[in-house]
Protein backbone atom coordinates (compact mmCIF):
# COMPACT_ATOMS: atom_id res chain seq x y z
CA UNK A 1 0.00 0.00 0.00
CA UNK A 2 1.56 3.76 -0.85
CA UNK A 3 2.05 6.21 1.55
CA UNK A 4 2.83 9.73 1.59
CA UNK A 5 5.26 9.34 4.22
CA UNK A 6 6.63 6.69 6.60
CA UNK A 7 7.59 8.06 10.42
CA UNK A 8 9.62 5.32 12.59
CA UNK A 9 8.03 5.80 16.38
CA UNK A 10 9.85 3.98 19.36
CA UNK A 11 7.96 3.63 22.61
CA UNK A 12 9.99 3.71 25.55
CA UNK A 13 9.06 3.92 29.70
CA UNK A 14 9.33 1.77 32.53
CA UNK A 15 8.88 -1.75 32.65
CA UNK A 16 5.39 -2.93 33.19
CA UNK A 17 3.31 0.61 31.92
CA UNK A 18 1.74 -0.91 29.48
CA UNK A 19 3.96 0.12 26.27
CA UNK A 20 2.92 -3.63 24.31
CA UNK A 21 -0.26 -3.14 25.04
CA UNK A 22 -0.38 0.39 23.77
CA UNK A 23 0.85 -0.88 20.23
CA UNK A 24 -1.77 -3.58 20.75
CA UNK A 25 -4.68 -1.56 20.84
CA UNK A 26 -3.09 1.04 18.45
CA UNK A 27 -2.19 -1.74 15.60
CA UNK A 28 -4.86 -4.42 16.14
CA UNK A 29 -7.58 -2.33 18.32
CA UNK A 30 -7.83 -5.26 20.85
CA UNK A 31 -6.15 -5.53 24.51
CA UNK A 32 -4.50 -8.20 25.82
CA UNK A 33 -4.61 -8.72 29.26
CA UNK A 34 -2.15 -11.59 29.78
CA UNK A 35 0.62 -11.97 27.38
CA UNK A 36 4.07 -12.54 27.31
CA UNK A 37 6.79 -9.92 28.32
CA UNK A 38 9.04 -8.09 25.47
CA UNK A 39 12.68 -8.83 25.47
CA UNK A 40 14.42 -7.07 22.85
CA UNK A 41 12.13 -5.36 20.56
CA UNK A 42 8.73 -5.75 18.80
CA UNK A 43 7.67 -3.94 15.92
CA UNK A 44 4.51 -2.61 14.25
CA UNK A 45 2.95 -1.07 12.16
CA UNK A 46 -0.43 1.02 11.02
CA UNK A 47 -1.57 3.68 8.64
CA UNK A 48 -3.31 6.63 9.25
CA UNK A 49 -4.49 9.52 7.49
CA UNK A 50 -3.20 13.25 8.12
CA UNK A 51 -4.35 16.32 6.04
CA UNK A 52 -5.89 13.57 3.14
CA UNK A 53 -2.14 12.34 3.05
CA UNK A 54 -1.29 8.38 3.91
CA UNK A 55 1.02 8.35 6.55
CA UNK A 56 2.77 4.82 7.50
CA UNK A 57 3.69 4.60 11.07
CA UNK A 58 6.20 1.94 11.88
CA UNK A 59 6.47 1.43 15.49
CA UNK A 60 9.15 -0.01 17.52
CA UNK A 61 8.32 -1.69 21.02
CA UNK A 62 11.34 -1.57 23.30
CA UNK A 63 11.95 -3.68 26.76
CA UNK A 64 11.61 -1.83 29.76
CA UNK A 65 13.97 -2.93 32.09
CA UNK A 66 17.17 -1.37 32.91
CA UNK A 67 19.72 -3.81 31.62
CA UNK A 68 17.87 -3.78 28.34
CA UNK A 69 19.04 -0.04 27.83
CA UNK A 70 22.41 -0.51 26.07
CA UNK A 71 20.18 -2.81 23.51
CA UNK A 72 17.52 -0.19 23.28
CA UNK A 73 19.43 2.57 22.34
CA UNK A 74 19.99 1.72 19.33
CA UNK A 75 16.68 1.67 18.24
CA UNK A 76 16.12 5.31 19.11
CA UNK A 77 18.81 5.99 16.09
CA UNK A 78 16.52 7.55 13.39
CA UNK A 79 12.95 8.13 14.92
CA UNK A 80 10.98 10.52 14.37
CA UNK A 81 8.46 10.49 17.45
CA UNK A 82 8.47 9.02 20.97
CA UNK A 83 5.95 8.12 23.17
CA UNK A 84 7.44 8.37 26.44
CA UNK A 85 4.77 6.06 28.76
CA UNK A 86 4.42 5.92 32.71
CA UNK A 87 2.02 3.94 34.13
CA UNK A 88 -0.49 6.47 36.32
CA UNK A 89 -0.99 4.38 39.27
CA UNK A 90 3.17 3.67 40.16
CA UNK A 91 4.64 6.70 41.12
CA UNK A 92 8.32 5.44 40.60
CA UNK A 93 7.71 4.71 36.81
CA UNK A 94 6.68 8.97 36.63
CA UNK A 95 10.03 9.04 38.70
CA UNK A 96 12.14 8.10 36.10
CA UNK A 97 10.82 9.94 33.33
CA UNK A 98 13.81 12.12 33.27
CA UNK A 99 16.24 9.55 32.82
CA UNK A 100 14.29 8.01 29.82
CA UNK A 101 14.37 10.97 28.53
CA UNK A 102 18.09 12.60 28.50
CA UNK A 103 18.39 9.09 26.82
CA UNK A 104 16.32 9.50 24.35
CA UNK A 105 17.15 12.98 23.73
CA UNK A 106 20.74 11.83 23.97
CA UNK A 107 20.55 8.81 21.30
CA UNK A 108 18.25 10.59 18.91
CA UNK A 109 17.96 13.73 16.20
CA UNK A 110 17.37 16.38 17.89
CA UNK A 111 13.54 17.59 16.55
CA UNK A 112 12.33 13.91 17.44
CA UNK A 113 8.80 14.60 18.12
CA UNK A 114 8.29 13.26 22.20
CA UNK A 115 4.60 12.38 23.65
CA UNK A 116 4.62 12.08 27.57
CA UNK A 117 1.29 9.52 28.02
CA UNK A 118 0.28 8.46 31.53
CA UNK A 119 -1.19 4.71 30.78
CA UNK A 120 -3.67 2.86 32.71
CA UNK A 121 -6.21 5.71 33.02
CA UNK A 122 -8.78 3.65 33.65
CA UNK A 123 -7.60 2.43 37.07
CA UNK A 124 -8.49 6.32 38.55
CA UNK A 125 -8.91 4.23 42.03
CA UNK A 126 -5.10 3.43 42.18
CA UNK A 127 -4.33 6.24 41.09
CA UNK A 128 -0.63 7.32 42.38
CA UNK A 129 0.44 10.23 39.54
CA UNK A 130 -2.23 13.18 38.88
CA UNK A 131 -3.02 14.15 35.44
CA UNK A 132 -1.55 17.53 36.48
CA UNK A 133 1.88 16.52 37.39
CA UNK A 134 1.79 14.90 34.29
CA UNK A 135 0.74 18.01 32.26
CA UNK A 136 3.69 20.37 34.45
CA UNK A 137 6.10 17.42 33.43
CA UNK A 138 5.42 17.91 29.60
CA UNK A 139 5.37 21.42 30.26
CA UNK A 140 8.59 21.63 31.82
CA UNK A 141 10.53 19.68 29.36
CA UNK A 142 8.64 20.75 25.84
CA UNK A 143 6.58 17.33 25.52
CA UNK A 144 3.04 16.96 24.71
CA UNK A 145 0.88 15.07 27.03
CA UNK A 146 -1.88 12.84 27.19
CA UNK A 147 -3.72 10.55 29.54
CA UNK A 148 -4.91 6.77 27.79
CA UNK A 149 -5.75 3.35 28.61
CA UNK A 150 -4.83 0.80 26.40
CA UNK A 151 -7.50 -1.34 28.38
CA UNK A 152 -10.29 0.89 27.29
CA UNK A 153 -9.00 2.47 24.22
CA UNK A 154 -9.02 5.60 26.13
CA UNK A 155 -6.94 8.25 23.91
CA UNK A 156 -4.87 5.70 22.19
CA UNK A 157 -5.66 6.47 18.80
CA UNK A 158 -5.25 10.30 19.77
CA UNK A 159 -1.77 9.73 21.36
CA UNK A 160 -0.22 8.38 18.10
CA UNK A 161 -2.11 10.56 15.52
CA UNK A 162 -1.29 13.63 17.77
CA UNK A 163 2.52 12.69 17.49
CA UNK A 164 2.08 12.00 13.83
CA UNK A 165 0.66 15.78 13.24
CA UNK A 166 2.81 17.16 15.25
CA UNK A 167 5.98 16.04 12.75
CA UNK A 168 3.67 16.08 9.96
CA UNK A 169 3.26 19.87 10.97
CA UNK A 170 7.36 20.13 11.63
CA UNK A 171 7.99 19.59 8.39
CA UNK A 172 5.54 21.48 6.67
CA UNK A 173 7.51 24.36 8.59
CA UNK A 174 10.67 22.64 7.11
CA UNK A 175 12.21 21.73 10.57
CA UNK A 176 12.62 18.47 9.53
CA UNK A 177 15.37 17.55 6.71
CA UNK A 178 12.90 14.92 5.13
CA UNK A 179 15.87 13.53 2.38
CA UNK A 180 17.62 12.31 5.61
CA UNK A 181 16.43 8.85 6.82
CA UNK A 182 18.08 9.66 10.13
CA UNK A 183 15.50 11.97 11.26
CA UNK A 184 13.34 8.58 10.88
CA UNK A 185 10.60 10.33 8.24
CA UNK A 186 10.59 8.94 4.81
CA UNK A 187 8.67 9.67 1.86
CA UNK A 188 6.90 7.67 0.68
CA UNK A 189 6.27 5.77 -3.12
CA UNK A 190 2.98 7.67 -3.40
CA UNK A 191 5.03 10.38 -5.02
CA UNK A 192 5.94 10.43 -8.16
CA UNK A 193 9.31 9.48 -8.93
CA UNK A 194 9.62 12.41 -10.80
CA UNK A 195 8.77 14.68 -7.55
CA UNK A 196 11.08 12.80 -4.86
CA UNK A 197 12.73 15.65 -3.83
CA UNK A 198 10.05 17.26 -2.17
CA UNK A 199 10.06 21.25 -1.48
CA UNK A 200 11.04 21.30 2.30
CA UNK A 201 8.46 24.18 3.73
CA UNK A 202 6.19 23.41 0.80
CA UNK A 203 3.24 25.20 1.90
CA UNK A 204 1.31 24.10 -0.91
CA UNK A 205 1.65 20.89 -0.28
CA UNK A 206 -0.94 19.56 1.56
CA UNK A 207 -3.09 18.90 -1.20
CA UNK A 208 -4.20 15.74 -2.41
CA UNK A 209 -1.88 12.51 -1.48
CA UNK A 210 -2.11 10.71 -4.41
CA UNK A 211 0.76 13.15 -6.43
CA UNK A 212 1.55 16.81 -5.82
CA UNK B 1 -7.14 -4.78 3.14
CA UNK B 2 -6.70 -7.48 5.39
CA UNK B 3 -4.54 -6.13 8.58
CA UNK B 4 -2.34 -9.04 8.32
CA UNK B 5 -0.83 -9.60 4.84
CA UNK B 6 1.60 -6.74 4.32
CA UNK B 7 3.14 -5.67 7.34
CA UNK B 8 0.85 -3.72 8.73
CA UNK B 9 -0.21 -5.39 11.87
CA UNK B 10 1.32 -5.71 14.96
CA UNK B 11 4.81 -8.40 14.42
CA UNK B 12 4.94 -9.89 17.31
CA UNK B 13 7.25 -13.04 18.61
CA UNK B 14 4.69 -14.09 20.61
CA UNK B 15 1.82 -13.91 18.22
CA UNK B 16 0.90 -17.36 19.09
CA UNK B 17 -0.66 -15.98 22.42
CA UNK B 18 -2.55 -13.44 20.22
CA UNK B 19 -5.00 -14.67 18.06
CA UNK B 20 -5.01 -12.06 15.28
CA UNK B 21 -8.21 -9.90 14.20
CA UNK B 22 -7.88 -8.41 11.34
CA UNK B 23 -9.37 -5.06 11.36
CA UNK B 24 -9.04 -1.91 9.09
CA UNK B 25 -5.82 -0.59 8.94
CA UNK B 26 -6.82 2.84 8.18
CA UNK B 27 -7.93 5.46 10.32
CA UNK B 28 -8.25 9.06 9.74
CA UNK B 29 -7.55 11.82 12.00
CA UNK B 30 -10.93 13.70 11.32
CA UNK B 31 -12.56 10.86 11.23
CA UNK B 32 -15.16 10.59 13.95
CA UNK B 33 -15.76 6.65 14.11
CA UNK B 34 -16.68 5.10 17.35
CA UNK B 35 -14.63 3.07 18.97
CA UNK B 36 -12.91 0.23 18.11
CA UNK B 37 -14.54 -2.72 20.15
CA UNK B 38 -12.55 -3.29 23.29
CA UNK B 39 -11.50 -7.28 23.90
CA UNK B 40 -11.11 -7.05 27.55
CA UNK B 41 -12.39 -10.76 27.94
CA UNK B 42 -10.74 -12.35 30.50
CA UNK B 43 -9.36 -16.13 29.80
CA UNK B 44 -11.68 -18.66 31.57
CA UNK B 45 -8.23 -20.68 31.34
CA UNK B 46 -8.58 -23.25 33.31
CA UNK B 47 -11.58 -24.89 31.86
CA UNK B 48 -9.36 -25.01 28.23
CA UNK B 49 -8.20 -28.36 27.07
CA UNK B 50 -4.73 -28.19 27.01
CA UNK B 51 -2.39 -30.40 24.89
CA UNK B 52 0.21 -33.06 25.75
CA UNK B 53 2.67 -29.92 26.89
CA UNK B 54 0.28 -28.68 28.94
CA UNK B 55 -0.18 -25.46 26.11
CA UNK B 56 -4.34 -24.32 25.74
CA UNK B 57 -5.28 -26.19 23.05
CA UNK B 58 -7.36 -23.07 21.12
CA UNK B 59 -3.88 -20.78 21.68
CA UNK B 60 -1.52 -23.12 20.81
CA UNK B 61 -3.17 -24.88 17.87
CA UNK B 62 -0.20 -23.79 15.47
CA UNK B 63 2.37 -23.97 17.95
CA UNK B 64 2.59 -27.62 19.30
CA UNK B 65 0.70 -29.20 16.03
CA UNK B 66 0.86 -32.68 16.47
CA UNK B 67 4.32 -33.41 14.05
CA UNK B 68 4.47 -36.40 11.36
CA UNK B 69 7.78 -37.53 13.59
CA UNK B 70 5.58 -38.18 16.84
CA UNK B 71 3.15 -40.57 15.05
CA UNK B 72 6.41 -42.36 13.85
CA UNK B 73 7.81 -43.16 17.22
CA UNK B 74 6.22 -46.18 18.36
CA UNK B 75 5.51 -47.25 21.88
CA UNK B 76 8.25 -49.58 21.81
CA UNK B 77 10.93 -46.65 20.41
CA UNK B 78 10.28 -44.63 23.24
CA UNK B 79 9.78 -47.52 25.88
CA UNK B 80 13.43 -48.48 24.69
CA UNK B 81 15.19 -44.98 24.85
CA UNK B 82 13.48 -44.31 28.60
CA UNK B 83 15.42 -47.79 29.42
CA UNK B 84 18.51 -46.40 27.99
CA UNK B 85 18.06 -42.92 29.92
CA UNK B 86 17.72 -44.61 32.93
CA UNK B 87 20.39 -46.77 32.31
CA UNK B 88 22.71 -43.65 31.49
CA UNK B 89 21.54 -41.67 34.84
CA UNK B 90 22.46 -44.30 37.28
CA UNK B 91 25.71 -44.46 34.95
CA UNK B 92 26.53 -40.63 34.63
CA UNK B 93 29.75 -40.47 35.55
CA UNK B 94 31.06 -43.00 33.50
CA UNK B 95 28.82 -41.73 30.52
CA UNK B 96 30.27 -38.59 30.59
CA UNK B 97 33.62 -39.00 30.86
CA UNK B 98 34.42 -42.32 28.71
CA UNK B 99 30.70 -42.15 26.06
CA UNK B 100 29.84 -38.92 25.79
CA UNK B 101 29.66 -38.83 21.93
CA UNK B 102 26.83 -41.90 23.13
CA UNK B 103 25.10 -38.61 25.04
CA UNK B 104 25.31 -36.63 22.44
CA UNK B 105 23.77 -38.65 20.03
CA UNK B 106 20.56 -39.88 22.43
CA UNK B 107 20.37 -36.09 23.08
CA UNK B 108 20.43 -35.43 19.30
CA UNK B 109 17.53 -38.46 18.68
CA UNK B 110 15.37 -36.75 21.64
CA UNK B 111 15.19 -37.27 25.08
CA UNK B 112 11.98 -39.20 25.99
CA UNK B 113 9.14 -36.46 28.12
CA UNK B 114 9.10 -38.83 30.84
CA UNK B 115 13.33 -38.51 31.37
CA UNK B 116 13.54 -35.02 30.05
CA UNK B 117 13.48 -33.45 33.18
CA UNK B 118 15.92 -35.43 35.45
CA UNK B 119 18.33 -35.88 31.74
CA UNK B 120 18.35 -31.91 31.51
CA UNK B 121 19.42 -32.07 35.31
CA UNK B 122 22.26 -34.24 34.54
CA UNK B 123 23.48 -33.15 31.30
CA UNK B 124 23.96 -29.28 33.29
CA UNK B 125 25.33 -30.70 36.32
CA UNK B 126 23.01 -29.30 38.27
CA UNK B 127 22.46 -32.43 40.30
CA UNK B 128 26.08 -32.37 41.30
CA UNK B 129 25.77 -28.45 42.78
CA UNK B 130 22.85 -29.85 44.44
CA UNK B 131 24.02 -32.67 46.13
CA UNK B 132 27.18 -30.10 46.98
CA UNK B 133 24.94 -27.41 48.25
CA UNK B 134 22.43 -29.50 50.09
CA UNK B 135 20.50 -26.99 52.09
CA UNK B 136 21.59 -23.92 49.98
CA UNK B 137 18.35 -23.81 48.12
CA UNK B 138 15.98 -23.51 51.06
CA UNK B 139 18.32 -20.69 52.70
CA UNK B 140 17.99 -18.65 50.06
CA UNK B 141 14.45 -19.43 49.69
CA UNK B 142 14.08 -18.49 53.55
CA UNK B 143 15.44 -15.01 53.09
CA UNK B 144 13.26 -12.05 52.13
CA UNK B 145 15.52 -10.82 49.49
CA UNK B 146 15.80 -7.43 48.16
CA UNK B 147 11.99 -5.76 47.76
CA UNK B 148 12.73 -3.87 45.10
CA UNK B 149 13.78 -6.64 42.45
CA UNK B 150 10.89 -9.02 44.09
CA UNK B 151 8.38 -6.28 43.29
CA UNK B 152 9.98 -6.59 39.79
CA UNK B 153 9.92 -10.26 39.33
CA UNK B 154 6.17 -10.23 40.53
CA UNK B 155 5.74 -7.72 37.73
CA UNK B 156 6.62 -10.26 35.53
CA UNK B 157 4.71 -13.43 36.69
CA UNK B 158 2.09 -13.56 35.05
CA UNK B 159 3.91 -12.46 31.33
CA UNK B 160 5.25 -15.98 31.28
CA UNK B 161 3.68 -18.89 29.11
CA UNK B 162 0.25 -16.97 29.96
CA UNK B 163 -1.20 -19.89 27.42
CA UNK B 164 0.30 -23.01 29.53
CA UNK B 165 -1.98 -24.16 32.57
CA UNK B 166 1.11 -23.98 34.73
CA UNK B 167 1.45 -20.39 34.18
CA UNK B 168 -1.91 -19.16 33.65
CA UNK B 169 -3.32 -19.25 37.28
CA UNK B 170 -2.51 -15.79 38.91
CA UNK B 171 -0.28 -16.55 41.81
CA UNK B 172 -1.06 -20.16 41.60
CA UNK B 173 2.14 -23.04 41.64
CA UNK B 174 3.45 -22.14 38.54
CA UNK B 175 4.19 -18.58 39.11
CA UNK B 176 4.92 -19.18 42.74
CA UNK B 177 7.61 -21.58 42.46
CA UNK B 178 8.84 -19.32 39.58
CA UNK B 179 8.32 -16.24 42.23
CA UNK B 180 10.77 -18.50 44.46
CA UNK B 181 13.94 -19.64 42.33
CA UNK B 182 14.24 -16.42 40.60
CA UNK B 183 14.33 -14.31 43.88
CA UNK B 184 16.72 -17.26 45.28
CA UNK B 185 18.66 -16.40 42.29
CA UNK B 186 18.26 -12.60 42.60
CA UNK B 187 20.25 -13.73 46.19
CA UNK B 188 22.79 -15.47 45.36
CA UNK B 189 24.18 -13.74 41.88
CA UNK B 190 23.81 -10.24 43.52
CA UNK B 191 25.33 -9.01 40.58
CA UNK B 192 22.70 -9.79 38.27
CA UNK B 193 19.51 -9.76 40.60
CA UNK B 194 16.90 -9.89 38.09
CA UNK B 195 17.14 -9.62 34.33
CA UNK B 196 13.84 -10.37 32.32
CA UNK B 197 15.36 -12.49 30.32
CA UNK B 198 15.90 -15.64 32.79
CA UNK B 199 12.03 -15.87 33.50
CA UNK B 200 11.51 -17.87 30.09
CA UNK B 201 14.14 -20.59 30.53
CA UNK B 202 13.44 -20.62 33.99
CA UNK B 203 9.19 -21.27 33.36
CA UNK B 204 10.63 -23.97 31.43
CA UNK B 205 12.69 -25.66 33.52
CA UNK B 206 9.59 -25.95 36.56
CA UNK B 207 7.61 -27.25 33.13
CA UNK B 208 9.96 -30.47 33.66
CA UNK B 209 10.83 -30.37 37.13
CA UNK B 210 10.43 -29.61 40.54
CA UNK B 211 10.97 -25.83 41.77
CA UNK B 212 15.39 -26.60 43.69
CA UNK B 213 15.96 -28.16 40.55
CA UNK B 214 14.95 -25.71 37.89
CA UNK B 215 17.04 -23.30 40.33
CA UNK B 216 19.85 -25.58 39.88
CA UNK B 217 19.67 -25.75 36.09
CA UNK B 218 19.04 -22.27 36.40
CA UNK B 219 22.74 -21.29 38.34
CA UNK B 220 24.29 -23.69 35.53
CA UNK B 221 23.02 -21.90 32.40
CA UNK B 222 23.75 -18.87 33.49
CA UNK B 223 27.03 -19.76 34.99
CA UNK B 224 28.09 -22.15 31.75
CA UNK B 225 26.17 -22.04 29.20
CA UNK B 226 25.45 -18.63 28.95
CA UNK B 227 27.72 -16.48 31.03
CA UNK B 228 27.07 -12.89 30.60
CA UNK B 229 23.88 -12.84 29.20
CA UNK B 230 22.08 -11.07 31.76
CA UNK B 231 24.83 -8.87 33.30
CA UNK B 232 24.31 -5.27 32.91
CA UNK B 233 25.01 -3.71 29.56
CA UNK B 234 23.92 -7.55 28.30
CA UNK B 235 27.34 -7.15 26.80
CA UNK B 236 27.95 -10.93 25.79
CA UNK B 237 24.62 -10.87 23.98
CA UNK B 238 25.89 -8.39 21.58
CA UNK B 239 29.21 -10.45 20.87
CA UNK B 240 27.20 -13.44 20.38
CA UNK B 241 24.83 -11.02 17.73
CA UNK B 242 28.32 -9.83 16.12
CA UNK B 243 29.50 -13.54 16.28
CA UNK B 244 26.20 -14.40 14.33
CA UNK B 245 26.72 -11.74 11.83
CA UNK B 246 30.41 -12.66 11.17
CA UNK B 247 28.60 -16.50 10.57
CA UNK B 248 26.41 -15.18 8.20
CA UNK B 249 28.58 -13.72 6.34
CA UNK B 250 30.59 -17.38 5.69
CA UNK B 251 27.37 -19.45 5.40
CA UNK B 252 24.79 -17.42 3.39
CA UNK B 253 26.84 -14.26 2.13
CA UNK B 254 24.12 -12.63 0.01
CA UNK B 255 21.24 -12.67 3.53
CA UNK B 256 24.94 -10.75 5.35
CA UNK B 257 24.90 -8.23 2.44
CA UNK B 258 21.15 -7.34 2.55
CA UNK B 259 21.24 -7.04 6.15
CA UNK B 260 24.64 -4.92 6.33
CA UNK B 261 22.47 -2.46 3.52
CA UNK B 262 19.84 -2.14 5.62
CA UNK B 263 21.99 -1.45 8.68
CA UNK B 264 20.36 -4.27 10.36
CA UNK B 265 22.20 -4.46 13.82
CA UNK B 266 22.04 -8.13 15.07
CA UNK B 267 20.25 -7.49 18.43
CA UNK B 268 17.53 -6.27 16.80
CA UNK B 269 16.44 -9.71 16.07
CA UNK B 270 18.53 -12.05 17.47
CA UNK B 271 18.10 -10.96 20.94
CA UNK B 272 15.30 -13.16 22.34
CA UNK B 273 16.18 -16.13 20.14
CA UNK B 274 19.55 -16.53 22.60
CA UNK B 275 18.51 -14.89 25.27
CA UNK B 276 15.13 -17.44 25.83
CA UNK B 277 17.30 -20.28 23.79
CA UNK B 278 14.32 -20.20 21.15
CA UNK B 279 11.84 -20.84 23.82
CA UNK B 280 9.44 -18.45 22.34
CA UNK B 281 10.01 -18.61 18.96
CA UNK B 282 9.95 -22.26 17.91
CA UNK B 283 6.96 -24.45 18.04
CA UNK B 284 6.74 -26.54 20.93
CA UNK B 285 8.37 -29.87 20.05
CA UNK B 286 11.25 -27.88 18.30
CA UNK B 287 12.15 -26.00 21.32
CA UNK B 288 11.88 -29.14 23.47
CA UNK B 289 14.48 -31.48 20.86
CA UNK B 290 16.64 -27.80 21.16
CA UNK B 291 17.14 -27.56 24.20
CA UNK B 292 17.88 -31.40 24.50
CA UNK B 293 21.32 -30.64 22.23
CA UNK B 294 21.53 -27.58 24.00
CA UNK B 295 22.19 -29.18 27.21
CA UNK B 296 24.39 -31.19 25.63
CA UNK B 297 26.44 -29.27 23.04
CA UNK B 298 26.10 -25.83 24.79
CA UNK B 299 25.44 -22.53 22.17
CA UNK B 300 26.49 -24.07 19.15
CA UNK B 301 23.02 -25.38 18.95
CA UNK B 302 21.60 -21.67 19.34
CA UNK B 303 23.94 -20.45 16.99
CA UNK B 304 22.69 -23.30 14.27
CA UNK B 305 19.18 -22.60 14.53
CA UNK B 306 19.50 -19.07 14.25
CA UNK B 307 21.43 -19.62 10.79
CA UNK B 308 19.53 -22.07 9.67
CA UNK B 309 16.07 -19.93 10.23
CA UNK B 310 17.65 -16.79 8.91
CA UNK B 311 18.81 -18.95 5.59
CA UNK B 312 15.38 -20.35 5.48
CA UNK B 313 13.52 -17.13 5.76
CA UNK B 314 16.02 -15.02 3.41
CA UNK B 315 18.29 -17.92 1.46
CA UNK B 316 15.85 -17.28 -1.66
CA UNK B 317 16.98 -14.49 -3.74
CA UNK B 318 12.99 -13.67 -4.62
CA UNK B 319 12.26 -13.27 -0.54
CA UNK B 320 15.17 -10.84 -0.10
CA UNK B 321 13.85 -8.96 -3.32
CA UNK B 322 10.77 -8.48 -1.01
CA UNK B 323 12.44 -6.62 1.61
CA UNK B 324 12.92 -3.59 0.75
CA UNK B 325 13.62 -1.74 3.65
CA UNK B 326 14.79 -2.46 7.04
CA UNK B 327 11.45 -3.11 8.40
CA UNK B 328 10.26 -5.70 6.15
CA UNK B 329 13.27 -8.04 6.93
CA UNK B 330 13.02 -7.87 10.73
CA UNK B 331 9.38 -8.10 10.51
CA UNK B 332 10.09 -11.84 8.63
CA UNK B 333 12.87 -12.58 10.62
CA UNK B 334 10.88 -11.39 13.87
CA UNK B 335 8.23 -13.82 12.19
CA UNK B 336 8.97 -16.74 10.81
CA UNK B 337 6.89 -19.19 8.63
CA UNK B 338 5.83 -22.25 11.00
CA UNK B 339 7.05 -24.25 8.22
CA UNK B 340 10.95 -23.60 9.18
CA UNK B 341 9.77 -24.20 12.95
CA UNK B 342 8.71 -27.26 13.00
CA UNK B 343 10.35 -30.17 14.70
CA UNK B 344 10.46 -32.19 10.87
CA UNK B 345 12.12 -29.59 9.05
CA UNK B 346 14.57 -27.70 11.35
CA UNK B 347 16.14 -30.76 14.05
CA UNK B 348 17.93 -32.88 11.19
CA UNK B 349 18.99 -29.42 9.65
CA UNK B 350 20.69 -28.96 13.03
CA UNK B 351 21.65 -31.84 13.80
CA UNK B 352 23.42 -32.26 10.13
CA UNK B 353 25.03 -28.68 10.61
CA UNK B 354 28.73 -28.46 11.08
CA UNK B 355 29.71 -25.58 13.50
CA UNK B 356 32.84 -26.62 16.06
CA UNK B 357 33.04 -25.03 18.87
CA UNK B 358 36.64 -24.99 17.64
CA UNK B 359 35.22 -22.09 15.47
CA UNK B 360 32.93 -20.41 17.78
CA UNK B 361 35.90 -19.88 19.63
CA UNK B 362 37.64 -18.51 16.89
CA UNK B 363 35.03 -16.11 15.98
CA UNK B 364 34.16 -14.91 19.13
CA UNK B 365 37.88 -13.95 19.44
CA UNK B 366 37.84 -11.73 16.45
CA UNK B 367 34.79 -9.98 17.25
CA UNK B 368 36.14 -9.15 21.23
CA UNK B 369 38.80 -8.02 19.32
CA UNK B 370 36.93 -5.71 16.79
CA UNK B 371 34.61 -4.11 19.65
CA UNK B 372 38.11 -3.56 21.43
CA UNK B 373 39.24 -1.37 18.53
CA UNK B 374 36.12 -0.35 17.86
CA UNK B 375 35.48 1.20 21.35
CA UNK B 376 39.04 2.04 21.59
CA UNK B 377 38.53 4.20 18.42
CA UNK B 378 35.63 5.98 19.81
CA UNK B 379 36.96 6.77 23.09
CA UNK B 380 40.02 8.71 20.98
CA UNK B 381 37.62 10.57 18.69
CA UNK B 382 36.12 11.08 22.03
CA UNK B 383 38.67 12.84 23.70
CA UNK B 384 39.52 14.70 20.38
CA UNK B 385 36.19 16.33 20.53
CA UNK B 386 36.94 17.08 23.97
CA UNK B 387 40.33 18.91 23.37
CA UNK B 388 38.50 20.50 20.57
CA UNK B 389 36.28 22.61 22.87
Known amino acids: MSYAYLFKYIIIGDTGVGKSCLLLQFTDKRFQPVHDLTIGVEFGARMITIDGKQIKLQIWD ?4 EAFRSITRSYY ?8 VYDITRRDTFNHLTTWLEDARQHSNSNMVIMLIGNKSDLESRREVKKEEGEAFAREHGLIFMETSA ?5 VEEAFINTAKEIYEKIQEGVFDINNEANGIKIGPQHSPTNTSLPLSGSGSSQGGGCC | MSANNDGFSRSSSCSRTRPSTPTSST ?3 DSSSTRPEVNGAVYSELHKQCDRYGFFVEDNESKTKKDPRDAQLSVDVILNREKKWLHMCNNWDKFMTKKWRKIRDRCRKGIPNSVRGRAWFYLCAGFKQKARHPDLYQLLDSQIGDEKINDEIRKDLNRQFPSHEMFAENNGFGQQDLFHILKAFSIIKPEIGYCQGQAPLASVLLMHMPAEDAFW ?9 IPGYFSPGLEAIQIHGAMLNGFLKR ?6 RLLKKQNIDPVLYMTEWFMCLFSRTLLWPSVLRVWDMFFCEGISVIFKVAIILIGSVLGDSEERKKCSTMYETLHLLRNIPVKYMSEEYLIDKVVTFELSNRELQKEHNLQVMKRKKEKEKRQKEEQKRATKN
Not at chain 1, 77 to 84: V, W
Not at chain 1, 151 to 155: D, F, L, Q
Not at chain 2, 251 to 256: A, G, K, N, S, T
Open chain 2, 217 to 225: CLVQICDHY
Open chain 1, 77 to 84: RGAAGALL
Open chain 2, 251 to 256: FHPPIY
Open chain 1, 62 to 65: TAGQ
Open chain 2, 27 to 29: SSV
Open chain 1, 151 to 155: KTAAN
